[in-house]
């Protein structure tokens, strides 16, 4: 089955203590992004990855980091977690098409909490 | 600044009414336009939308783009309690970028 899978799903954190989020796509697409979500504010982007070893900032990656070594796999790492970075995360994957992005893929979601 | 504005935030209706929503975006180098339906997890894919005009239909949900006055609207017919969700639009622009509105969240009451 195509999918996007995240783990952890759920995660409750004190401030300070690293933490990674795991992300996997069976689909093969060469385009991989994290979102947060946040009441009111929609999906904003944090980094996006468009191929193996090609990683970029979005419009919120202060806090963050990520990497993406195999073409299937895209880490979000927080350092050093901060009770602001407390949200709903999602990871999506997406093909390009002749118009740029097609549809994104997202995972199930974790719900980070940060203490 | 890039922006995509969705409006209304909220909207209650009762089953059976038809609905509009929209999607209002500033970018530079417009290439797509998107909605997605997000239930209580993640968001699932509705329409994508390249040109001005064409509407893309999908049941009783419908969708257009006009990137003359930059912004989409998303028809829904004949609600139903299980079109509550919260609809978002993305844009697409230069060539890797993406942004998404804030939402509109739909409930439908019986």
């Known amino acids: 089955e195509a999918q996007v899978t995240q783990n952890p799903r759920y995660l409750i954190t004190v401030t300070g203590k690293k933490l990674t989020v795991t992300c996997s796509q069976n689909m093969n697409h060469e385009y991989m992004s994290w979102y947060r979500q946040d009441p009111g504010l929609g999906l904003r982007q944090i980094y996006y990855?468009?191929?193996?070893?090609?990683?970029d900032k979005g419009d919120v990656p202060e806090g963050y980091k990520v990497s993406r070594k195999e073409k299937r796999n895209f880490p979000l790492i927080l350092e050093s977690p901060s009770p602001n970075q407390t949200s709903l995360y999602f990871c999506a994957s997406s093909l390009f098409g002749g118009k740029g992005l097609k549809e994104q893929f997202f995972g199930p979601g974790t719900r980070l909490t940060v203490l | 600044e890039d922006k995509v504005v969705q409006s209304p935030l909220s909207l209650v209706v009762h089953e059976g009414d038809t609905v509009t929503l929209n999607c209002s975006y500033e970018?530079?180098?417009?290439?797509?336009l998107l909605w997605y339906k997000q239930e209580k997890k993640a968001p699932t894919f509705l329409f994508m939308l390249?040109?001005?005009?064409i509407e893309k239909k999908s049941g009783r949900l419908s969708s257009i783009l006009d990137k003359k006055e930059l912004f989409s609207i998303l028809n829904i017919t004949a609600t139903q309690t299980g079109d509550s969700a919260v609809y978002l639009c993305a844009v697409g622009y230069n060539n890797n970028d993406m942004r998404f509105g804030a939402g509109t969240r739909l409930t439908v009451k019986p």
């Open positions: 990855s468009m191929n193996v070893e090609v990683t």
């Open positions: 390249t040109s001005s005009g």
């Open positions: 970018v530079t180098n417009f290439r797509s």
